[in-house]
Structure formats: C-alpha cells, structure tokens
T-cell receptor, first 115, second 115 residues
Framework: DTGVSQDPRHKITKRGQNVTFRCDPI?????LYWYRQTLGQGPEFLTY????????KSRLLSDRFSAERPKGSFSTLEIQRTEQGDSAMYLC?????????????FGEGSRLTVL | GESVGLHLPTLSVQEGDNSIINCAYS??????FIWYKQESGKGPQFIID?????DKRQGQRVTVLLNKTVKHLSLQIAATQPGDSAVYFC??????????????FGKGTHLIIQP
C-alpha cells in the first residue's frame, strides 16, 4: 500500500504521560500536514512541513506539542504531559503539489485517548 | 472571524435519490473550495474541488455548485448508494505562512442512506 500510513492507530494513555505519533507520507510528497479532529468536528490544522522545514504552526499547537520531519520523509508528532483535552484523532496528510490545490492525501489517523 | 460551516449536521435520504449537502463560508476572498468524504474510522478522502472562477463542476455522480454572491457551495450526489454513507466536509484553501497553504474545514454533514 502506498498511501499515507500512521502509527499507532490507537493510543490510550494516562494524563501526564508523553505520546508520540508517526506519519509516513506518500513517497515523493514534499508537503506534510498534521491535523487534529475531535468528535463531530472537522479537522483542525496543526502544523505543516515542506520537506524538512516546518513552515507554520497553529496557535492550537501549544508548547507541549512538537513536530519534526528530520529528513523530509516521515514525521513525528509528540505531545508531552498529555491532558484530557488532547483526546482526539490526529490526522496526517501529504501532498505532492507546491501550491494552489487542496488535494491532500490523508492517513487513517491516530486516535488518542487520555484518561 | 473567518469560518467555513455547514447548515445541517445530518441528512437522511433514500437509496437511489439525489442528495444535496450545503456549505456556507464567510471569507469572501476565498478562491478555492474542496469537498471531502470521511467514512467511519478513516481519514478524509478528496471528492471534488472548485475554483472561484467557476460556478459549477461535475465529477462522477457528484456536482459542486458555487454561489459567490451568497458565499455558498453545495455538493450534489446523484443516485445515492449505501457506500455514500459518510460525513462530508467542505473545506476552504487558506493562505498560510511561508508561502504555504492549508485547508480550513467545516464541521461536516453526516449523510445517511436509507434502504
């Protein structure tokens, strides 16, 4: 399968613990996005990479959140000292285009439950 | 503030009937819109897009209409099938920092197909 893959698909953790999610985009896609989706809502933009450069971070991304894409391929999203409000689906998407299109290819998400 | 939203959270239609899902946007400068379909437990999947220099675009069984005067777009699905059951999101392409762009999603409409 050559789609966007995310790991783990589900994560249950206790409040205060750290969690890390991984995203492997479609190969050769230079753009990579992280979104967060809560129940009944549309995805909310978190951050964006073009190759290894992180070009924008949403105000939703507090200092407990950090994302990396060290070699311009896979990306990780880490949440430190998790809170119950962090419970959500974390979606990764990639795109091959430089600009002007919304055709993002999404993975199936990593669902986080903070107890 | 700028927002993309939907009129109805749930739409129930009979199998074989046509479905119309509506979306209102508030940013009059928006020039590109996308419809996504999200099935349960999966990431959003691109359906169709439209630029502001168009008022209609057709795909396979789907048509998107854009009315810039009232800042409204709709997704029409012809002869709905059980596989069309999903949540449908409209999204707006938003210019972001670093020359990037990203999608701002609405809340979604849950389309239910009745046999």
């Amino acid at each position: 399968d050559t789609g966007v893959s995310q790991d783990p698909r589900h994560k249950i953790t206790k409040r205060g613990q750290n969690v890390t999610f991984r995203c492997d985009p479609i190969s050769e896609h230079n753009r990579l996005y992280w979104y967060r989706q809560t129940l009944g809502q549309g995805p909310e933009f978190l951050t964006y990479f073009q190759n290894e450069a992180q070009l924008e971070k949403s105000r939703l991304l507090s200092d407990r959140f950090s994302a990396e894409r060290p070699k311009g391929s896979f990306s990780t999203l880490e949440i430190q000292r998790t809170e119950q409000g962090d419970s959500a689906m974390y979606l990764c998407a990639s795109s091959p285009r430089t600009s002007g299109t919304g055709e993002l290819f999404f993975g199936e998400g990593s669902r986080l439950t903070v107890l | 503030g700028e927002s993309v939203g939907l009129h109805l959270p749930t739409l129930s239609v009979q199998e074989g009937d046509n479905s119309i899902i509506n979306c209102a946007y508030s940013n009059s400068a928006s020039d590109y819109f996308i419809w996504y379909k999200q099935e349960s437990g999966k990431g959003p999947q691109f359906i169709i897009d439209i630029r502001s220099n168009m008022d209609k675009r057709q795909g396979q069984r789907v048509t998107v209409l854009l009315n810039k005067t009232v800042k409204h777009l709709s997704l029409q699905i012809a002869a709905t099938q059980p596989g069309d059951s999903a949540v449908y999101f409209c999204a707006e392409l938003t210019p972001r920092g670093g020359g990037a762009d990203g999608l701002t999603f609405g809340k979604g409409t849950h389309l239910i197909i009745q046999p």
